[in-house]
């Protein structure tokens, strides 16, 4: 990761997993976690899901009257030592934030827990999701004077858990046996149906239509349970 050191301030492509580029000004980096400006947002991008980045030689440098050090006001602090993913999911706990998941759009709502492998997120049109760390793709804070839908704070839940939550994903589905669960936000109508059993990694669906279908809990990208 010292190698991005030099790309500090210049503008970057990122070439990230499901054919999305991302161009910005490279503002920040961990070990499993790179932040770019785009010109208008600041955007946390877990390292796991960037496949290449290169340096724009020619391009016009982006640049923000708001930057500093620290970000700024729309961008989440790093005020500890070492920038990683965790620390900034922990970080936007009870902010707005957009993040993108799967399929071809964005999620809307904010984070209220962060667990082993996995975290809580409420969105006001999906509602309670559950999402597996891997596959987070970025993260976007929305500006302190902005809120998806122009919702306001008031009329959301507060941070309490919806159900007693588990340390891991696998764990966390295991306590849902007998629910009715939507994985992948529906994409799929053999991903929703009843939970029969959780174990060595693969649920066990009853489909609409009577049938048992498996899935490998690894591929499972954000989990929504209408039930609970």
Known sequence: ????QSFIGKTVELEISGNIERVGLLIDFGPDILV?????????IPFGHIQSIRWIQNGAE???????SAYSADGLKNDSNELTFRKILIESKGMFVQIFVTGNQSIH??????????????????KTLYIPMFHLK??????????????KTNGLPSGAAP?????SFEEQLKKTVGNL??????SNPDKIGLINSVQNH????TTADQKPVYWNIHHMKTAHFPDL
Do not use: K
């Open 163 to 167: 159900v007693n939550l588990a340390q």
């Open 138 to 151: 970025w993260l976007l804070p929305y500006p302190e004077n902005r809120s998806p839908y122009s919702v």
């Open 36 to 44: 770019i400006f785009d010109g208008a947002n600041y955007v946390y």
């Open 202 to 205: 693969v649920v066990e669906l």
């Open 1 to 4: 990761m010292d190698a991005f």
């Open 109 to 126: 709502g904010y984070v209220t827990h962060v667990m082993q492998d996995y975290f809580v997120f409420y969105s006001p049109v999906h």
């Open 62 to 68: 982006l640049q923000s009257a708001q930057q500093d």
């Open 181 to 186: 669960v939507v994985f992948d936000m529906g």
